[in-house]
């Protein structure tokens, strides 16, 4: 007999408008201004946030953070754009962008960094080192 109560659960999703598309080839998720991911998510595609996320985002593409987007996280990805709020390690193996808008609080690790006047940036930066 399976006890569905003795599982963790490892995500916890409410999604009202995320929505997944094809962009730039590959797949590609958007995370709504009023949807809350809570967990790890692993995603083979490119990622786009616009409301919450507390935890770990692996995405073999891009992460975007929206202005507005709110995100206590590790994110690890190709490319990281932050024009939100992140709070957490970021590893961005070809570039990390920060724009106007864009506060980041933690470590990073990048290929390539960009910062935009009026980001904020408070952490230590390595460069390169992914092999």
């Known amino acids: 007999m399976h006890d569905a109560g ?19 080839g590959g797949p590609s998720f958007t995370l ?3 949807d809350t991911l809570e967990g790890k998510l692993t995603y083979e ?7 919450r996320v507390e935890g ?3 995405v073999t593409g891009a ?24 709070q957490g390690t970021v590893i961005a193996r070809k570039k990390l962008s920060l724009s106007g808008s864009g506060q980041l609080t933690g470590d990073v690790q990048v290929g ?4 935009s006047d009026g980001a904020s940036l408070n952490g230590n930066v390595r460069m390169g080192g992914f092999g």
């Open 63 to 86: 992460i975007e953070v929206a202005r507005g987007a709110t995100v206590r996280a590790s994110l690890e990805a190709s490319s990281v754009a932050v024009q939100g709020d992140v």
């Open 32 to 34: 709504g201004p009023r």
């Open 56 to 58: 770990e985002l692996h």
């Open 45 to 51: 595609g490119n990622l786009r946030v616009e409301g």
């Open 112 to 115: 390539r960094l960009q910062v």
């Open 6 to 24: 003795s599982e963790t659960p490892n995500l916890a999703v409410a999604t009202e408008g995320a929505a997944e598309s094809k962009h730039d």
